[in-house]
């Protein structure tokens, strides 16, 4: 067993989640590739959601891509910093909107 | 003023100043252990074992190693303390031999090609032997460096020379972190300078094309939404037009394999490099029609096999000996270094190749 849950080397293994479900993994990466593709979005506006996606996930092997994909289309630390934060900013909104919630319960019960 | 980033190989008397070191860094560890294939092994999958050289198209010149400039990823390890210079007799030979081959394209490099002291008369004697395309490898600060190169942009128009500048990126703090403090502004003031002449206008036949290497450890992204991005940037922030940009990938050698090394990024480097292969672009790989000459006047493949002190495959090894019939069809030198000339749409010193 290796000695921590997350080890760097394992995201080069991801193509081998096709060897136990081939059918599954191929329709999974070719979709996968779809969606990263010039479109109505440019690829490079489509990293920065998926850098800003990888943190609110918080998966430390799409950080690690999509922090190389960011630089290999030449996106600013800057920029990457302002992705982020839009993904913690829906994160903390989505905590606090909740507050709304508790209000209610607060005003019905005690209101 | 611009601030060297830092000192060459040689002059830090680095272990990898030593080519037989590089070589053996880029075949043992994860190429011996099979981990990764070698590049041999990998371009026989598809039978393009060996590389075969066409008839030669361009003739790559190194003119010298000095530089003003001592960038951090530099693959000549090029910088003021390199005292290698071409003479003018091997020049001479060079001319000779550019009237009889069937070269279009003469490429001049270094170092800093200007900071040669025969190199004007070089440029004057070369542009009239009438060759389609010659190209002088300018680093732009070399043309605010010093009174006695301001009028370079003038020298170069009157010669018809196509300038090729090496551009990291369109902010300052990534430039300057590749090539030194005060590098972006010294490379601005000279395209705009090289503008002001007529370089790099849309309808000028005076070319101007900028080269953009990855400032660290990871592969450059797609040429034409790297060249739209610069364009774009460049001229909402300065008003500077460029012709082409050629997006190029950082070999592992010299102090770019010294940077992958001392950062602990050399093996997922050589990953994305193999996992990036294209047997498409070993098809147009520059090796195969271009000869890189360096300074003292011996013959190589590429530039980069000259910086690795890998000499061509062939009887005639000096300029002074060239023989088209002894050249054309030897089998092309390669290392593990050479998957960065294969990796996605390919790498050249005029771009993507696939």
């Known amino acids: ?29 070719e979709y996968y590739g779809k969606v990263f593709e010039e479109g109505a979005l440019s690829a490079r506006e489509k990293s920065l959601i998926a850098l800003a996606v990888a943190h609110t996930e918080q998966c430390p092997y799409c950080i690690d891509a999509y922090t190389k994909d960011g630089l290999q289309r030449g996106v600013t630390k800057e920029e990457m910093m302002e992705a982020i934060h839009v993904g913690a900013a829906i994160k903390s909104g989505a905590t606090l909107v909740h507050g ?10 005690d209101g | 003023m611009t601030k060297l980033k830092t ?9 990898l100043a030593n080519t037989n070191k590089q070589l053996e860094i880029l075949s043992n560890g994860i190429f011996a252990n099979g ?12 039978n393009q074992f060996p590389l075969k050289a066409k008839p030669l198209e361009i003739l790559q010149i190194n003119v010298g190693y000095m530089c003003n400039q001592v960038c951090e990823h530099c693959h000549v390890d090029a910088g003021p303390d390199r005292k290698e210079i071409m003479t003018r007799e091997t020049m001479q030979q060079i001319l ?12 001049l490099t270094g170092g800093a090609p200007e900071m040669n002291p025969n190199f004007r008369w070089f440029v004057e004697e070369a542009s009239q032997i009438g060759v389609k395309d010659f190209i002088v490898r300018s680093n732009l600060t070399i043309i605010r460096a010093n009174k006695k190169y301001y009028d370079l942009p003038e020298f170069f128009k009157k010669h018809n020379i196509h300038v090729v500048s090496s551009m990291p990126h369109w902010t300052r703090g990534k430039t300057d972190k590749q090539r030194g403090e005060g590098v972006f502004d010294m490379s601005i003031k ?43 940037a460049l001229m909402e922030d300065f008003g500077i037009q460029f012709h082409n940009l050629f997006a190029i990938t950082n070999l592992p050698i010299s102090r770019f394999l010294d940077y992958l090394i001392a950062s602990e990024n050399y093996e997922d480097y050589m990953y994305s490099l193999v996992e990036a292969y294209n047997p498409m672009a070993v098809e147009n790989v520059m090796c195969t029609n271009t000869l890189s000459v360096s300074w003292d006047g011996y013959l190589f493949d590429c530039d980069f096999n000259q910086m690795l002190d890998l000499p061509v495959n062939s009887k005639s090894k000096h300029i ?3 023989k088209t019939e002894l050249l054309e069809g030897r089998n092309i030198v390669i290392s593990q270094h050479c998957y960065g000339c294969t990796a996605g749409a390919g790498s050249s ?3 993507t190749v696939a």
């Open chain 1, 100 to 109: 709304v919630q508790m209000m209610n319960k607060v005003n019905k019960l």
């Open chain 2, 320 to 322: 002074s000996e060239y």
């Open chain 2, 96 to 107: 000779d031999v550019v009237k009889t081959t069937g070269a279009h394209t003469l490429d």
């Open chain 2, 190 to 232: 000279a395209l705009q300078e090289l503008n002001a002449v007529g370089y790099g206008m849309p309808d000028s036949n005076l070319k101007l094309d900028l080269v953009y290497n990855p400032s660290g450890a990871f592969l450059p992204g797609d040429q034409a939404s790297m060249e739209k991005d610069f364009k774009k």
């Open chain 2, 35 to 46: 981990e990764l294939p070698t590049f041999k092994d990998k371009i026989a999958e598809t």
């Open chain 1, 1 to 29: 067993m290796s000695k921590t849950y997350y080890d760097p080397a394992d995201l080069r293994k991801f193509g081998k989640i096709t060897e136990w479900s081939e059918e599954l993994g191929n329709k999974f990466f």
């Open chain 2, 349 to 351: 010193c005029q771009g």
């Open chain 2, 7 to 15: 000192q060459s190989l040689k002059k830090r008397q680095s272990d």
